[in-house]
T-cell receptor, first 117, second 114 residues
Framework: AQKVTQAQTEISVVEKEDVTLDCVYE???????LFWYKQPPSGELVFLIR??????QNEISGRYSWNFQKSTSSFNFTITASQVVDSAVYFC??????????????FGSGTRLQVQP | KAGVTQTPRYLIKTRGQQVTLSCSPI?????VSWYQQTPGQGLQFLFEYFSETQRNKGNFPGRFSGRQFSNSRSEMNVSTLELGDSALYLC?????????????FGPGTRLTVL
């Protein structure tokens, strides 16, 4: 069974603070993919990053960075110097092969980030 | 390139009715996936279509069905609507099949069942 846990339901920070969103996953696959998506109030999910299970390098993109650790089954997301525009719901997702032999995305429950001015 | 478009954006139906939602993927994308988002169950995978064939299906009752046309546009249908079908239905497209590819999402159709 595949499972993605985002234990933080809601986080509130003040602008310019750094914030880390946690994601813990469970899978029996050796090959799998992890994603982060952002859902602003408009509702459209915006792709942020994809990481495959063989690539444990951390990634930085501007104010965003991701820490993938297979040993702890975690794929955490950090926003540095947060801005009001970062306010959104952030989803972590896992893609792995199902019993059907096909892959599907399983999403975590999401973390709502509120950045106060 | 135009993004993924979904129509209609909002829909109100009553129990027992049926509904059809439409999704136009990004030009050149052949895979279309559908997801249901509710406050209680979160984001759940409904099905994936590629080249007019359903490749994968989530754990939803047979009242939920879909299809894909030769131009990659997709529709999903929900028959005999129930109150619990009220949700945001999201469509996502990608160039290739399989959900390990980057998927681009549309704005969704918000369905309210009264």
């Amino acid at each position: 069974a595949q499972k993605v846990t985002q234990a933080q339901t809601e986080i509130s920070v003040v602008e310019k603070e750094d914030v880390t969103l946690d994601c813990v996953y469970e899978t029996r696959d050796t090959t799998y993919y992890l994603f982060w998506y952002k859902q602003p109030p408009s509702g459209e999910l915006v792709f942020l990053i994809r990481r495959n299970s063989f690539d444990e390098q951390n990634e930085i993109s501007g104010r965003y960075s991701w820490n993938f650790q297979k040993s702890t089954s975690s794929f955490n997301f950090t926003i540095t110097a947060s801005q009001v525009v970062d306010s959104a719901v952030y989803f972590c997702a896992l893609s792995e092969e199902q019993d059907t032999g096909r892959r599907a995305l399983t999403f975590g429950s999401g973390t709502r980030l509120q950045v106060q001015p | 390139k135009a993004g993924v478009t979904q129509t209609p954006r909002y829909l109100i139906k009553t129990r027992g009715q049926q509904v059809t939602l439409s999704c136009s993927p990004i030009s050149g994308h052949r895979s279309v996936s559908w997801y249901q988002q509710t406050p209680g169950q979160g984001l759940q995978f409904l099905f994936e279509y590629f080249s007019e064939t359903q490749r994968n299906k989530g754990n939803f009752p047979g009242r939920f069905s879909g299809r894909q046309f030769s131009n990659s546009r997709s529709e999903m249908n929900v028959s005999t609507l129930e109150l619990g079908d009220s949700a945001l239905y999201l469509c996502a497209s990608s160039q290739l099949a399989n959900s390990y590819n980057e998927q681009f999402f549309g704005p969704g159709t918000r369905l309210t069942v009264l």
